[in-house]
């Protein structure tokens, strides 16, 4: 076999790839994006209810502060923990749980009355999110190699842009056109409206995915043979490290301290 034809018999299979994993795309990352979209909502939507949430419960920025910093306390504490039951339990029955229970707590701000509540909310919120992120991308491991599955993590990524265009009109418009239906407060309902979606998202994610390649109804047995391949053929992980290595690469307080302020900013 020359040098050309294996050139182009090695083309045509990076082609058929490519419509595979396109398929395998529009089954994946749509679905996480919108997901994406309302856990960022879910989470900032507290700065847009204070314009009329301080008001009305006589909150004090002090009081106000501290509760909108609550969440990532729960968030810290409950991320590795809640990781270590999504590797036992499977990424996506604990995608599923995180959803709806953190769109459970979210939605549940609408009865907040006194600074108890607030804090108590805002740090539950925290805890039931924590492990979606991470969730997320040890899923894509289980579906894309290494060599797809950085533009993959960008696409998820990009959710963030997505929540900044959105987030401020969409939490505008709820404020401005509901304050007061059916006697109900605008920050009320953006709570209640900002946190069901992630419910029903939740049980969309538990029906559309499948934890496996081979379990997937939506592939064919070719298809699934396919993938298979391409994973197997993916480096493995060194099982004799340990999580204390992380600590003594100088990459981790590097990577560490451009998202630090990646976030402060």
């Known amino acids: 076999m020359t040098a050309e034809t294996l050139s182009t018999a090695q083309s045509r299979v990076e082609l058929l790839d490519d419509v595979l994993y396109r398929k395998v795309n529009w089954r994946i990352i749509p679905l996480f994006i919108i997901c994406f979209?309302?856990?960022?909502?879910?989470?900032v939507n507290i700065s847009f209810a204070k314009l009329q949430m301080q008001s009305d419960l006589g909150f004090s920025d002090t009081v106000y502060g501290l509760g909108a910093s609550l969440f990532f306390v729960g968030y810290f504490l409950?991320?590795?923990?809640s990781n270590i039951l999504l590797h036992k339990i499977g990424a996506r029955v604990w995608i599923a749980?995180?959803?709806?229970?953190?769109?459970?707590?979210?939605?549940?701000?609408?009865f907040v009355s006194d600074e108890f509540w607030f804090y108590t909310l805002r740090f539950l919120i925290g805890v039931m999110e924590a492990g979606f992120v991470p969730g997320v991308l040890y899923y894509f491991t289980q579906w894309y190699p290494g060599n797809r599955r950085g533009r993959v993590n960008a696409y998820f990524k990009s959710s963030i842009c997505l929540c900044g265009i959105v987030g401020g009109?969409?939490?505008g418009f709820i404020l401005g056109h509901f304050d007061g239906l059916y006697g109900m407060a605008g920050w009320k309902w953006?709570?209640?409206l900002e946190g069901l979606p992630s419910i029903v998202l939740g049980v969309v994610v538990l029906w559309l995915l499948s934890d496996k390649i081979e379990d997937a109804s939506w592939l064919t047995a070719d298809e699934k043979r396919v993938l298979l391949e391409r994973m197997a053929s993916e480096p493995k992980p060194d099982s004799s490290s340990r999580f204390s290595d992380i600590w003594k690469h100088p990459v981790t307080y590097v990577m560490s301290a451009i998202y630090l302020c990646l976030v402060m900013a």
Do not use: K, Q, T
């Open 37 to 43: 979209l309302f856990a960022y909502l879910d989470r």
């Open 78 to 81: 409950f991320e590795v923990p």
């Open 97 to 110: 749980r995180i959803m709806v229970s953190w769109g459970i707590a979210s939605a549940c701000m609408m």
């Open 169 to 171: 009109p969409l939490a």
């Open 190 to 192: 953006l709570f209640l």
